[in-house]
């Protein structure tokens, strides 16, 4: 089992910068492929990104290609979305997940595949 812990959410301005950390426990963190998730109010919870347990493989939704980088530190448990150039729509509570099944899927990624999910961390663009 996994647990997880969302960090790095704040308010920043268009155009800025936010780098988000999830903090995991549980000795299958390494072999898991690992999302990052958002949900805005009223929305349902969506992909933004993947990467796999050895973090050779990523995967981003479209929006974010060229803004978001996702990374893991398997030593340390750790893994990062770093979010550049951000937009009021990318405004959301942010989630990291851990993907029920192994294996590395080169596609977006949906909710339910995914579980352990942390408390979310708050993401504000101001415009």
């Known amino acids: 089992q996994v647990q997880l812990v969302e960090s790095g959410g704040g308010l920043v301005q268009a155009g800025g910068s936010l780098r988000l950390s999830c903090a995991a426990s549980g000795r299958t963190f390494s072999s898991s492929t690992m999302g990052w998730f958002r949900q805005a109010p009223g929305k349902e919870r969506k992909f933004v990104a993947s990467?796999?347990?050895?973090?050779?493989?990523?995967y981003y939704e479209d929006s974010v290609k060229g803004r978001f980088t996702i990374s893991r530190d398997n030593a340390q448990n750790t893994v990062t979305l770093q979010m550049n150039s951000l937009k009021p729509e990318d405004a959301a509570v942010y989630y990291c997940?851990?993907?029920?099944?192994?294996?590395?899927?080169?596609?977006?990624?949906?909710?339910?595949?995914?579980?352990?999910w942390g408390q979310g961390t708050q993401v504000t663009v101001s415009s």
């Open positions: 997940g851990s993907r029920r099944v192994t294996g590395w899927v080169s596609r977006p990624g949906f909710a339910n595949e995914y579980g352990y």
């Open positions: 990467i796999s347990a050895s973090g050779v493989f990523t």
